[in-house]
């Protein structure tokens, strides 16, 4: 302990930098293909209009997350001048004859109390009455409903997909207002070079997004490649949250396999013109060795070649000893 200690001061005060070295280690490296994919909506949806009138309290957009019951727009009912004045004429009539009818009703029943008047009149009377009060109740909602507004509200938490009527703008009952889809379950459709033939249906893929990461698997290869000679996988996305959307495009990782490897830190390998290198602590000071890495990941670099598991190697310092002439003035390294 006080010798590394030692060394670890010498070269602070020597070389004006600390230097650490670490021994080779075995480590898990991932196999992976990279590509990227586009997302579809797996169900499509529409919401049509099932009166005619002017869209009012619109301002969707497309691309735009909505929630369940969340209201979307209304519709102002359009109703022909005509229509408007046979609708107010049937109300009229059925108004004073429901007004007649009830003051009959009002005469009979005082005079059938006092047994003025018989039973078989004052029912004919009563019945009369009766339908009058629904015949006038019935065109007062008749109206009402032809000129009530309705709203229109999100059936389920979707993605909007477009919009084809606006804010104001007049639609026909059965026209299409706007498309929107799920956006709990979407799936891709990614383009991947894979040279060696290594894809295979259900294979793992990892799609990153604002630091989230989504799982899937390959459901599908296509048989036909794409335009650039690129391998076509389908998979399915499925999110709690909205946040990846239909259209865009992400970055996907497939998990080939893993296997076990030599490796060590990063910053302890140093690229000189084609050849990289490691800085190798001897007994006698520091000697450069020419390695052939292969995967570099999470920190880690793979050694296929020039390194056994027993040789110290210099991880904070290596650069500075390797690239600041320091070989040609202090001659530390063998």
Request: hydrophobic fraction near 40%; charge should be positive; aromatic fraction near 12%.
């Amino acid at each position: 302990m006080k010798f590394w200690l030692l060394i670890t001061f010498l070269s602070i005060v020597l070389f004006g930098f600390d230097i650490k070295t670490t021994k080779p280690k075995q480590h898990t490296f991932n196999v992976t293909l990279s590509g990227y994919a586009v997302l579809y909506p797996t169900r499509i949806q529409h919401i049509r209009a099932f009166q005619t009138g002017e869209i009012i309290n619109s301002s969707l957009l497309a691309g735009e997350n909505i929630t369940k019951g969340e209201i979307l727009f209304a519709i102002k009912p359009y109703i022909s001048p005509e229509k408007k004045l046979s609708l107010q004429h049937s109300i009229n009539i059925a108004k004073i004859n429901f007004k007649y009818m009830k003051d009959e009703f009002i005469r009979i029943k005082k005079l059938y109390k006092y047994k003025a008047s018989y039973t078989k009149e004052f029912q004919k009377i009563k019945t009369k009455y009766l339908k009058s009060k629904i015949e006038y109740n019935s065109a007062l909602q008749k109206l009402k409903l032809l000129t009530k507004i309705y709203t229109y509200k999100a059936p389920e938490n979707a993605t909007i997909l477009n919009i084809k009527k606006r804010n104001f703008d007049f639609v026909k009952s059965g026209e299409n207002i706007l498309t929107f889809s799920n956006c709990h379950n979407l799936y891709g459709i990614a383009k991947v070079f894979d040279n060696n033939n290594q894809l295979k249906v259900g294979e793992e893929i990892k799609l990153v997004s604002n630091s989230i990461i989504y799982k899937s698997k390959i459901i599908s290869i296509l048989p036909k490649l794409a335009q650039n000679g690129a391998k076509q996988i389908i998979f399915y996305i499925n999110q709690n949250k909205c946040h990846l959307l239909y259209g865009s495009i992400y970055k996907i990782i497939i998990y080939i396999k893993k296997f076990q490897s030599i490796a060590i830190p990063k910053q302890a390998v140093i690229k000189h013109l084609k050849q990289r290198y490691v800085i190798i602590k001897t007994n006698h000071g520091f000697r450069k060795q020419p390695i052939t890495i292969g995967i570099i990941e999470n920190g880690f670099v793979q050694i296929k070649n020039g390194l056994n598991k027993k040789e110290s190697i210099v991880t904070d310092g290596a650069y500075e000893l390797f690239n600041k002439n320091i070989i040609k003035k202090l001659q530390v390294l063998d």
